[in-house]
């Protein structure tokens, strides 16, 4: 059976930003770069050989506000829905990483209204 983790750690490998399980960071990956293709976007995030993901803090921030800043344009809730869960998780991860996106709260339709919920299911250990 292979790994049961699949870990966002820094670019230079000092902190680790999710230690997702497997399937789900897999998951979060393969949209994200879907998200970054539809938005002209690079993601930061590179698959290394230790089964898991680096994380340029400063190219993922781009991606981040990218997002962020599509979700805040559009008031589509399909559109909402459907990049909920990756933007909250890549705004946690961002703040793992001591980073953080340039908001404007009135525009973001309940966002970050379960922020916490999913800080707290991505804690790792640092």
Request: charged share 20%.
């Amino acid at each position: 059976m292979g790994s049961l983790s699949y870990e966002f750690e820094t670019a230079d490998r000092t902190r680790t930003l999710w230690d997702a399980g497997y399937h789900s960071g897999r998951l979060y990956l393969s949209l994200a770069h879907g998200a970054g293709e539809l938005l002209g976007l690079p993601t930061g995030l590179t698959p290394n050989e230790r089964g898991g993901a680096d994380v340029d803090l400063q190219v993922f921030r781009a991606f981040t506000q990218g997002m962020y800043d599509a979700y805040c344009s559009t008031s589509s809730f399909i559109m909402h829905d459907l990049m909920r869960g990756l933007l909250v998780s890549s705004i946690v991860m961002l703040e793992k990483g001591g980073g953080s996106i340039a908001r404007v709260p009135e525009r973001e339709a309940g966002l970050l209204n379960e922020h916490d919920t999913y800080a707290r299911g991505m804690w790792s250990e640092d």
